[in-house]
């Protein structure tokens, strides 16, 4: 076992001990107040870790943002941390998923996604600030709140401090099988609505345009948009249409779920869904695109660097994939160096065995911290 990986594997309890008063700080993404909770106690720890500048970005409607830095003013591109703790379990969901450790499994709401990445995060920089070893170069810590919805309020800030980073580091959890995630797919939710004429089914369906049927036809069109051996899916998953039993229906509103590859691919498909057109005479269509997040390319030479790193501090990394999007999606797209997936490793995100394999926390804080260390060295 390597110098630096026996260190922070003498700080898995501390590590445990900060999993456990973060998951236990309930964080849903749409309850503001106990979002903030965390975000407060995340404060702290910045305070205690003693950032050069805390800044905190209140927010309405989502929990506030803050953003740590160190050697602000040191030169050189600053790496930047990315960490969301916002979490999809409503708040209560202590009392059906409990805190609990098992088979060297660590359970709980949130823990994996990503409270787990977090304390990873946290406990590299305090390490090597204990050791004396943090890089002469600016480090910040951007800490979001709504990243389970997209990021809507705080891409624009994501983008700002990416655009002049050396390399941004993302702390959501790694893949089921512990890899690296060096590409995602992209994705967008499109709104469909067709629009007919109601008429009476009965007396005078002759005047109607149904737009059940318009709807049908266009999602015909709309699944042979589907290019699935290269990674392309568009799959209609809410339907809402017609008023009564009676009548000829004149609305349908429908969601498209779409995901890609490539920044190509998606240049294509939203070019495709923005025109669709009209079957029936005398119909309408409208597709409109809402949150979308651009593809995370692969990089090779990225995790070549990362897993060099990694061996040389005894650490051994493997890559893969995923179809869901993170905050490395916008900086990936930007062309910045992005590694994701460098949280905890395990499994049940989202669910209700969510669980962090616990001697992966001081693996992957090790392996940060050599990130650190040899990136520019």
């Known amino acids: 076992m390597s110098e630096l990986l026996n260190y922070f594997t003498d700080r898995t309890e501390s590590m445990l001990e900060a999993l456990t008063e973060m998951v236990e700080r309930e964080s849903f993404t749409r309850e503001k107040a106990r979002v903030d909770r965390l975000v407060d106690w995340m404060g702290e720890r910045f305070q205690a870790m003693k950032a050069d500048s805390i800044l905190r970005y209140p927010q309405g409607e989502c929990g506030d943002f803050l953003l740590a830095k160190w050697n602000a003013e040191a030169p050189g591109k600053p790496f930047l941390f990315l ?37 990873i995060a946290l406990e590299a920089i305090d390490g090597l600030s204990a050791r004396g070893q943090l890089p002469a170069r600016p480090i910040l810590f951007l800490v979001t709140t709504e990243e389970e919805i997209g990021s809507p309020v705080s891409e624009p800030l994501i983008k700002q401090l990416a655009a002049d980073s050396e390399l941004v580091l993302v702390m959501e959890p790694a893949t089921k099988e512990g890899t690296i995630k060096t590409w995602r797919k ?30 049908a036809r266009q999602a015909l069109e709309i699944n042979r948009l589907n290019d699935l051996k290269y990674g392309t899916s568009v799959s209609i998953t809410l339907v809402e249409g017609g008023s009564a039993g009676n009548v000829i229906p004149a609305r349908v509103e429908a969601h498209i779920d779409t995901r890609v590859m490539t920044i190509d691919a998606m ?24 949150g979308h997040r651009p593809p995370m390319e692969r990089r090779p030479g990225l995790y070549k660097k990362a ?71």
């Open 83 to 119: 960490v969301h703790v916002d979490t999809v379990h409503p708040t209560g969901s202590l009392e059906s998923m409990p805190i609990k450790i098992e088979d060297g499994r660590y359970y709980g709401p949130g823990a994996l996604d990503m409270k787990g990445g977090a304390v």
């Open 267 to 290: 240049e294509n498909l939203h070019d495709a869904l923005s025109n669709l057109y009209p079957k029936m005479p005398g119909a309408k269509v409208i597709c409109r695109r809402g």
């Open 307 to 377: 897993a060099a790193i990694g061996d040389k501090h005894g650490i051994t990394i493997y890559e893969g994939g995923t179809g869901g999007g993170s905050d490395g999606n916008f900086t990936a797209a930007m062309g910045v160096a992005t590694l994701d997936g460098l949280g905890a490793h395990g499994d049940g995100a989202h669910a209700t065995h969510e669980h962090v394999i616990i001697s992966s926390l001081p693996r992957q804080a090790a392996l940060i911290a050599a990130l650190l260390l040899e990136w520019n060295a």
């Open 186 to 215: 992209g994705g967008g939710k499109y709104e469909l609505i067709v629009e007919g004429r109601a008429a009476h089914a009965g007396i005078a369906p002759q005047e109607g345009i149904n737009a059940i049927i318009e709807f």
